[in-house]
């Protein structure tokens, strides 16, 4: 037990540091970039929200994706997973998605042409396969895996968004 809990540990912080590693580049590309840094790039969402500061989004995004970590490790400690690749891919999601939208939209602040959309959709595509491989597959205790029509439906949405950020985007 105390060995799982370490592991665990260890892996959390390994995490974290993913999480803060982006955080480098943004440093070192700080005086180059806009003194306001645009977050929402789909205009329905909120209209009125689409710029923060350079200095919030710097700090900010990593501050509030690490305490969103927090609360994933917690749930995955607190369900017990019986998967472990499942519990690795679970704790990963929020790591890997800070780093693809971090730098995405650092590199779109530093040239307007970057097709922010495009990352978007691969990644988005990709994490949906994962998923639906993962949902067939009893991952908790004490439930029931989620039915095989709706892995097949996140399967299926997962490729068309590769494919279409592939080749369409």
Known sequence: MKTKLRNNLRELLLTFLVIWL?????????????ENI????????????????????????????TLIQLIVYGATAYREITKPAFARFVLWIVPLNHIAVYL???????DSHFNINKIAAIFSGVMFLISGNYMPKKMV??????????AYL????????????????
Do not use: C, D
């Not at 790039?41 to 710097?58: D, G, M, R, W």
């Not at 995405?104 to 530093?110: C, E, H, M, V």
């Not at 205790?141 to 989620?146: Q, S």
């Open 22 to 34: 982006p955080l480098a580049y943004a440093l070192w590309i700080y005086p180059s970039l806009p």
């Open 38 to 65: 645009r977050i929402n790039f789909v205009s329905l969402i909120s209209p009125t929200f689409e710029y923060a500061p350079k200095f919030l989004f710097i700090w900010g995004l990593p501050i509030f994706m």
């Open 104 to 110: 995405s939209i650092l590199f779109y602040a530093l």
């Open 141 to 150: 205790v004490e439930e029931k895996p989620a039915p095989r029509w709706l």
């Open 154 to 169: 996140f399967i299926l949405v997962g490729l068309t968004a590769v494919l279409v950020g592939l080749f369409l985007l």
